[in-house]
């Protein structure tokens, strides 16, 4: 059985619009998810890594919402450029992204 060394989970779970928990796909977590799995196979993590589209992480109301495992590490990510600082800091330096963490 492969064995990542991360593994990124994108919330990217879509309510009705009025529902009142919103959801992070309304939130651009899609965008979100595309770029961690670019970034990711540009900088050759394949195999050792992987992201992937998740459905509800319950967490939407504080979202677009993603977790890193095996840490369980969750983070708010709301912009695609921070898809960057986690990569570079957590994933391959091994430090959580303070300023991203869901709170």
């Given at each position: 059985?492969?064995?990542?060394?991360?593994?990124?989970f994108v919330c990217t779970n879509r309510r009705d619009p009025n529902n009142p928990k919103g959801s992070?796909?309304?939130?651009g977590s899609e965008l979100i998810c595309e770029a961690f799995k670019k970034e990711m196979h540009a900088r050759g993590l394949k195999g050792r890594m992987r992201a992937n589209a998740s459905g509800c992480l319950d967490q939407c109301a504080r979202g677009p919402s993603v977790v890193v495992y095996p840490e369980q590490v969750w983070y708010t990510v709301e912009r695609v450029e921070d898809v960057h600082a986690i990569i570079q800091e957590h994933l391959l330096g091994g430090q959580p992204v303070e300023r991203l963490r869901m709170r």
């Open positions: 059985m492969p064995y990542f060394e991360r593994h990124v992070c796909a309304q939130k």
